[in-house]
C-alpha cells in the first residue's frame, strides 16, 4: 500500500525549509486540512510514524481495522537474500551496506484474504513509507502476520521483505583477496533485527511511561533462538536463491576467544557513555587480539551521520586471561554531531592473528531529551476558559532559538502552530500558557512537540477529564 503520493511528502534530513519539520505534526487533522486547502497538494514533510498515524485515521474512517506499528530494530533488505549485510575493512572501518532503521513504523490492517490459504486472513502489514519497490512501484502489503511469522515467504504481498523487516539476520563481512568474490563472512547476528515491535493498546492511557503499549512481537515471530524461530528462518531461506548463497559462505575459521560487546540502553543528553568490549581467551595458548571500536551518529533510518570517536587497540591475551576494551565519549564530543533523533551507532570489530578469528558486533542507543510537561486546571469544562501550560528544563549549555511549539487536542481545540518569539536560556526554563475552550466531553488528550533550531521534538501529552456544563 502506497499512500505518501496522495497526500504526503517524505524527506529524510534537512533543510525542510519550503514545508515543516516531520517533527510537528501533532495529528491527522492538519495535513488533511493543508491537502484541501491548497488544492490537494503533497503536504510537506514527514517521516514513517505521521504516515502510519495518518493511514490510521483514513483507515478507521472507512471501517476498515487499523492499528500503527512500530518495530525497532527493522531491516531493509535491499536484494532479497533476507540478510541484512554489512561490509568492513580490514582495519574495521565500515564501507556501507544494508541499513537498520533505528525504528520503522507501518500499519496492520484487518481483512480476510481469500486469495490465500485457509489460516492466513486476520492481521496484514502494510506500509505507507515503502522502502524498495514491489511490482515496479513503491508500495508494500497486505502481507499476512500468519505468513511472516512462519517463515512462508511465497505468499502475496511481499512476505519476503516484511520478513527480513523484523526477522533478519544481520550478516558482517570484511575484506578478504583470498576469497572468490573479496569478502569474507566474520559474524552473524541471529537477534538484532525486530528486538521490539509494539502498538498502542486499546482503551490504555499512559502520558509518562509506557504501560499503554501492547507487544506484538509474537504475531510476527517465535522467541529468537527458539526452534520454531530457526525452523522459520530457514523455511524462509528455502524460498530464496540469494538467501541460501549468503547462509552456504561460511568461513570455517576456528573460534577460542570470546567476545562481548555491552549494550547500551540510553543516555540522558549531557552525560558521558561508554562503550565496553569484554575479550576472553578460552584456550591454552596466548591469543594476540585487535580491537577496533566505532561510535557514530545515525539518522533513524539507518544511514550514517558523523563520525563521534573510534579507537584501536592491540595486546596480548594469555590462556583463560580476559581483558576490557573501552571508549569513553564526552557530552562535548558527540553532541555536536547528532543528527534527528539523536541516535547513536557502534560498531565493534575484533581479530585473533593466531587463528584469523574475525568477530563483529553492533548496536545502537538514543541520547534521551527532556518531556515536555503539561499542566492544565483540575476541573475543565465544556465551553469555559481553560489554560495549559507547557513547560520543560534547557538541558543544553546554550540558548535555544528559533522556537516553535505545536499542539493538537480532539475536542479541546483547533491543531495549533505557535511560534515562541522569545530565547530560551542555556540551562533555563521554557514556559508557555495557552488558553482554549473546551468542546466536548469526556475524555480528552493534549500532545504538544517543541521544536528549535538547537533541540528538536521535545514531545508531551496529557490526559484530562472534560466535565459537561452546568
Known amino acids: 500500500m502506497s499512500f505518501s503520493p496522495l497526500t504526503y511528502t517524505r524527506k529524510w534530513r534537512p533543510p525542510y525549509d519550503d514545508g515543516h519539520l516531520p517533527f510537528i505534526w501533532t495529528g491527522s487533522a492538519r495535513i488533511l486540512q493543508q491537502y484541501k486547502e491548497t488544492g490537494y497538494k503533497p503536504v510537506k514533510y514527514g517521516q514513517c510514524w505521521v504516515f502510519s498515524g495518518l493511514v490510521t485515521t483514513v483507515c478507521r474512517a472507512l471501517g476498515i481495522p487499523s492499528r500503527s506499528v512500530t518495530t525497532y530494530a527493522s531491516g531493509h533488505d535491499s536484494n532479497a537474500s533476507l540478510t541484512i549485510d554489512r ?24 481483512m480476510a484474504r481469500p486469495d490465500l ?20 512501484k513503491m508500495q508494500c502489503g497486505p502481507a499476512s502476520l500468519e505468513a511472516v511469522r512462519k517463515g512462508d515467504i511465497g505468499l502475496s504481498y511481499d512476505a519476503p521483505f516484511v520478513f527480513a523487516e523484523v526477522n533478519a539476520d544481520v550478516m558482517h563481512w570484511a ?6 568474490w573479496g569478502w569474507r563472512r566474520i559474524g552473524t547476528i ?63 575459521q576456528k573460534n577460542d576467544v570470546f567476545f562481548d560487546l555491552v549494550d547500551i540502553d ?6 558521558e557513555f561508554k562503550v565496553l568490549l569484554l575479550a576472553r581467551n578460552d584456550s591454552n595458548e596466548p591469543r594476540s587480539v585487535s580491537t577496533f571500536l566505532t561510535a557514530r551518529s545515525v539518522y533513524y533510518n539507518g544511514v550514517s551521520g558523523s563520525l563521534i570517536k573510534k579507537t584501536e587497540s592491540k595486546f596480548k591475551l594469555q590462556p583463560k586471561q ?19 533523533h539523536c541516535l547513536v551507532k557502534i560498531y565493534a570489530i ?10 563483529s558486533e553492533e548496536d545502537d542507543f538514543a541520547v534521551t531529551k527532556p518531556k515536555l510537561k ?7 469544562k465544556v465551553g469555559v476558559a481553560c489554560e495549559a501550560t507547557f513547560s520543560f528544563k534547557n538541558p543544553l549549555d546554550m540558548p535555544l532559538t528559533d522556537c516553535h511549539l505545536s499542539v493538537d487536542g480532539a475536542g479541546l481545540m483547533r491543531p495549533r502552530a505557535i511560534d515562541i518569539n522569545t530565547e530560551v536560556p542555556a540551562h533555563g526554563e521554557f514556559t508557555y500558557t495557552l488558553r482554549f475552550l473546551p468542546r466536548i466531553h469526556g475524555e480528552r488528550k493534549i500532545i504538544a512537540s517543541f521544536t528549535s533550531k538547537e533541540i528538536f521534538d521535545i514531545r508531551g501529552m496529557k490526559t484530562m477529564n472534560v466535565q459537561k456544563r452546568d
Not at 489460516?119 to 515503502?130: C, L, N, S
Not at 540510553?266 to 552525560?271: F, K
Open 266 to 271: 540510553e543516555v540522558t543528553i549531557g552525560q
Open 190 to 252: 541471529k537477534c538484532h533485527v525486530g528486538r521490539s515491535i509494539l502498538t498502542k493498546a486499546c482503551g490504555m492511557d499512559d502520558d509518562f511511561g509506557d504501560t499503554d503499549r501492547e507487544d506484538l512481537l509474537s504475531s510476527y515471530k517465535n522467541p529468537e533462538f527458539s526452534v520454531a524461530e530457526r525452523l522459520a528462518v530457514r523455511n524462509a531461506i528455502l524460498g530464496s536463491s540469494q538467501a541460501q548463497k549468503n547462509y552456504e559462505c561460511n568461513p570455517g
Open 87 to 110: 561490509f568492513f575493512t580490514r582495519g574495521g572501518e565500515a564501507l556501507g551496506g544494508e541499513t537498520i532503521w533505528t525504528f520503522h513504523v507501518w500499519n496492520d490492517v484487518w
Open 117 to 136: 490459504p485457509p489460516g492466513y486472513g486476520g492481521w496484514q502489514a502494510i506500509d505507507a513509507t515503502p522502502q524498495e519497490e514491489s511490482e515496479s
Open 322 to 340: 580476559q581483558q576490557e576494551v573501552s571508549l569513553t565519549v564526552t557530552y562535548s564530543e558527540y553532541w555536536e554531531k547528532m543528527v534527528e
Open 350 to 359: 575484533c581479530h585473533v592473528d593466531e587463528t584469523w578469528q574475525t568477530w
Open 374 to 380: 503539561i499542566q492544565v486546571d483540575s476541573h475543565p
Open 175 to 180: 575484506e578478504d583477496p583470498e576469497s572468490d
